[in-house]
Structure formats: C-alpha cells, structure tokens
C-alpha cells in the first residue's frame, strides 16, 4: 500500500476528506475537535504536517477544476453557522517560518513593507475560516447591548461619497446601515478595534477559549500560505479569489481609480467566502473587508518582532493606530497584496473595515 503523505495527515487528524486535499487545507478544528485524545492527535498532525511542508514553496491558485470548486463550495457552507450557540468556523494553524515583508523587486511595494525579514510562529493556533459576519456581530450586540464607538459617539462610519466624490464620515452610517445592502452572511463593517475587543472579550467569556484578533505577523503568515508571490493567487486571477475594485466598481468610482481589468460582480462587501479559498482554506483574506490586527502601527519594520507576536508601543509603535490588512472592494489591485499594510484609529471606523479572530490552542 502506498501511503501519501495526505493520507497519513487525514488518519491522524481524523478530518473529513474535504479538508484533507494537499496544499489546501490542513486542518479543520470546530470547538468539539480540540478535546481529550482528538487535541493530543491535533498537535502530532500539527508536527508531522511541519515536518512535511516547511520551506515548501507553494504555487499561487489559479483556475479551479470541478472538483476544486466542490471543496470550495463544502469549505464555504462551515462559514454559515446554523445554531447560533456555536463559535465562528476555526482553522487549525500549524507553525512555520516564513518571510514576513515585500522582496524588492515585487511590483507596487511600498517602504512600508521594508526590510523583508523571516519570522518563526512558534506554536500552532486557530484563525477564523471566514471574516466576521453580521449576523454573528448581531448575535454579540443582541446578548450584551454593546453600541459600537461610531454609534455612541454619534460622528459615524467612514464611507466613500459616490456623488461628491469623498470618503467621509456619516453620522448615520454604522454596522447596521452601512450604506449598501447587507444580510447575515456579509462581513460586519464599520466596527472600530475597540469594538473588536469587545467582541472577542464576549466571546471568550460565553465559550471558556481565549479569542483575540490576529497578530500582523499571523496575518500575513495566513495570507501567504505558503506562497512567496505578491498574492496567494495568480495575478490575473483576482476575480476568482477576492472582491476588489474591479469593473463592476465604475458605477461608483471617481474616474482616476485603479481598477482591476476582470469583474467580480461585487460593487460592495460579498457574502463572506464567495470566492476561492487559499492554501490554508481560508476566505477572503485579500479584498472584501479590510481585518484589524492587534498591532500598533510602525512605518516599517525596523526592529520589529522575529516570533509572530504583536508588536506593540516598543521602537516608537503608536497605539492610537492599529494596522488593518488585505483591502477590500474598495481597493485596487495595488492593495491586495499579502504584504500590503495600512493603518486605522482605533476609535475609527470604515464600510470596508471589519475583522477575523483568532485563538491558542
Ligand atoms: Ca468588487
Ligand atoms: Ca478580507
């Protein structure tokens, strides 16, 4: 019998096929996995899944055949909870090194991403599958009353102004009226970081695990999957893995905007997970929503941290902004890069900004 290495990755996790495919997914962990032998089997598949694919230098996606999409689709649906009582869909994390930061010669960086530099993530953790939706954002504000700051101070969210050509704040402008159609399967926006913390406190609370957002260094470790290219898809393959600002976008946009030459038929936030996943299963980490991280800000990463945790106020970060990553459908192409960053106030909040969480194990 010959035993691939998918095969052995499937018999010690115990996974459903459609997690399993090589290059794809390694993990699926929900809240009942992660206990008595099912964690100790978790933490070996982790190792042994280390000891196969480090320094492995993965493709970036390009089209699907049928049987790819059908996964897609299956990974999809675990984006969707169907009993309110149970967490956002996770995804096991095994850890890696990698190199965090833009090469020089990657078209359109920006000397933010300098210098490039490798980063270990020491210990395996869970990201969620999919950027936070609505309907899970409703669950939270419904069970604790919480008014987000751009409600409570009354200045509102940050939108992009179609017939004044601005991108401003509007007063009546918050997650529940953002300004376009939403419904539950939609990433929630114009929640600010402090709003996000409240989320994960919430959450960590109702289910006894520590959920927090993920680290800029995660961030990008998740985005890359693996991949050393600009983006975890071929170039011209945007509209199959991410909503950007693409043709569907001139409706809207000002007539100097970069748009991207395909159309992804989202002029604003998609249903989370309605594009192709990348290397780890994960959705829309480029475009669709902007994701905090738990960063403070840094112009570059000049002493920045080599283990995959948060860099904070240390070598001059300012606090009172935390990064943001991946662009949204507001960006061009520019923008959904893994390397790409950018920064927010905390207490701001834009209908292109929301987030995904994370948890140790
Ligand atoms: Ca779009
Ligand atoms: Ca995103």
């Avoid at 995804?91 to 000397?111: C, H, Q, T, W, Y």
């Avoid at 409703?138 to 751009?150: L, Y």
């Avoid at 170039?235 to 950007?244: E, V």
């Avoid at 240390?314 to 935390?322: E, H, I, T």
Wanted: net charge negative; charged share 20%.
């Amino acid at each position: 019998m010959t035993l691939n290495r998918e095969t052995v990755h499937c018999a010690l996790l115990n996974a459903p096929y459609d997690a399993c495919q090589p290059k794809r997914v390694l993990c699926s962990a929900g809240g009942s996995l992660l206990s008595g032998c099912r964690f100790l089997l978790l933490l070996l598949s982790l190792i042994f899944c280390q000891a196969i694919y480090a320094n492995e230098d993965i493709a970036p996606r390009g089209g699907q055949n049928t049987q790819e999409k059908a996964v897609t689709k299956q990974l999809a649906q675990t984006c969707y909870a169907t009993d309110a009582k149970l967490a956002p869909a996770m995804v096991a994390i095994r850890p890696d090194r990698f190199l965090m930061g833009s090469p020089e010669n990657e078209k359109d960086r920006e000397s933010d991403e300098d210098p490039q530099h490798a980063v270990t993530i020491p210990n395996p953790f869970a990201i969620s599958r999919c950027e936070i939706t609505v309907g899970q954002f409703r669950q939270f504000v419904q069970e604790t009353n919480h008014r987000t700051t751009v409600e409570d101070n009354g200045k509102g969210c940050f939108v992009w102004n179609v017939d004044q050509e601005t991108y401003g704040q509007q007063p009546e402008r918050n997650w529940k009226n953002p300004g376009f159609a939403q419904n539950d399967n939609h990433p929630v926006v114009c929640v600010s970081w402090d709003d996000t913390q409240a989320y994960v406190k919430w959450l960590s609370h109702r289910t006894g695990a520590v959920y927090r957002l993920p680290t800029e260094a995660e961030w990008e470790y998740l985005a890359r999957a693996g991949t050393k290219t600009a983006r975890y898809y071929q170039d011209d393959k945007q509209c199959d893995y991410a909503n950007g600002a693409g043709q569907e976008t001139k409706s809207i946009a000002s007539s100097d905007w970069t748009l991207a030459e395909c159309s992804d038929s989202h002029v604003y936030t998609a249903p989370v997970a309605s594009f192709g996943e990348n290397q780890f299963g994960l959705f829309d980490l480029l475009g669709n929503v902007w994701e905090w991280t738990e960063d403070c800000w840094h112009g570059n990463y000049q002493g920045a941290p080599q283990d995959g945790s948060a860099w904070k106020d240390a070598d001059g970060g300012d606090c009172n902004r935390r990064v943001v990553r991946g662009g949204s459908w507001l960006y061009d192409p520019r923008g959904l890069r893994s390397a790409f960053r950018y920064w927010n106030d905390t207490g701001g909040a834009g209908n292109d900004l929301g987030f995904r969480i994370a948890r140790a194990f």
